[in-house]
């Protein structure tokens, strides 16, 4: 698969895949739509010592830094597990400039979540252990009932509709725990309709700048 590296409009660089004319993250900014996604609409609405995160498509990495970032601040614990069918390749991951617009010493924590070995628990900071599983998600085998929360990450559904269908849903669905929810940019109908027939509750939220909804899918 061709990747091609490009500059997003909050300065952050990101991946254009050609052949799919798709984005790793928003034109608009990738920075931005992972911290507002993932971190703000995500992460931040728990206020508990322990919490487990699943990716859907850890790709460049970058969720997975701003967690381990936010896990030291809020002095959270946070077992994360990324998977990824089609890892990205050193030399793409290393001329990233993620580390050089995120405030503090991150340098070190963005070298040491990709030189980690893929398939074993990683810590990467005081409270941020991470573990890359190289596997479509359609392949992986859950633990029931483990997650608290789904970072659900695929490209979008005009490229990968099976990725948004209602037999991976439920995956989500059963990967998480009572209570827990999956948060995602994605906010097509047909999406969240795939969402409620799997028995989420669907909650639409304001999206990052640049796109008008983001979506909230609670297991109650
Ligand atoms: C939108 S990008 C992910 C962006 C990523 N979270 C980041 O911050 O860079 C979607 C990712 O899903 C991966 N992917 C595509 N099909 C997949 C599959 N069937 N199972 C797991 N990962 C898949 C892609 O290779 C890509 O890295």
């Not at 322990?50 to 946070?78: H, P, Q, R």
């Not at 990725?163 to 969240?192: H, I, P, R």
């Not at 909650?203 to 899918?217: F, I, Y």
Request: proline share 4%; glycine share 6%; hydrophobic share 40%.
């Amino acid at each position: 698969m061709k990747r091609e590296l490009i500059l997003t409009e909050d300065g952050s660089s990101s991946v254009y895949i050609p052949e799919m004319d798709e984005t790793y993250h928003s034109r608009h900014g990738a920075i931005q739509e992972a911290r507002h996604v993932f971190i703000e609409q995500g992460l931040r609405r728990l206020d508990q010592p322990y919490v487990k995160i699943f990716e859907m498509g850890f790709g460049t990495g970058l969720n997975a830094l701003l967690s381990a970032i936010e896990a030291e601040k809020l002095t959270m614990n946070i077992d994360y597990v990324g998977i990824e069918a089609f890892p990205v390749e050193k030399k793409i991951y290393n001329a990233l400039n993620y580390t050089s617009l995120i405030d503090g010493e991150c340098d070190a924590m963005f070298a040491t979540i990709h030189n980690v070995d893929w398939e074993f628990p990683a810590k990467i900071n005081e409270y941020f252990t991470l573990t890359k599983h190289a596997v479509k998600v359609e392949d992986y085998v859950f633990e029931k009932e483990s997650f608290d929360v789904v970072y659900y990450d695929a490209f979008g559904p005009r490229v990968q509709s099976e990725l948004w269908s209602v037999d991976v849903l439920n995956k989500m669905y059963e990967a998480l725990k009572q209570g827990g929810f999956l948060v995602t940019y994605c906010a097509q109908g047909q999406f969240k309709r795939n969402l409620k027939a799997v028995g989420f509750e669907v909650q639409r939220l304001p999206g990052p700048p640049g796109k008008r909804e983001m979506t909230l899918a609670v297991k109650c």
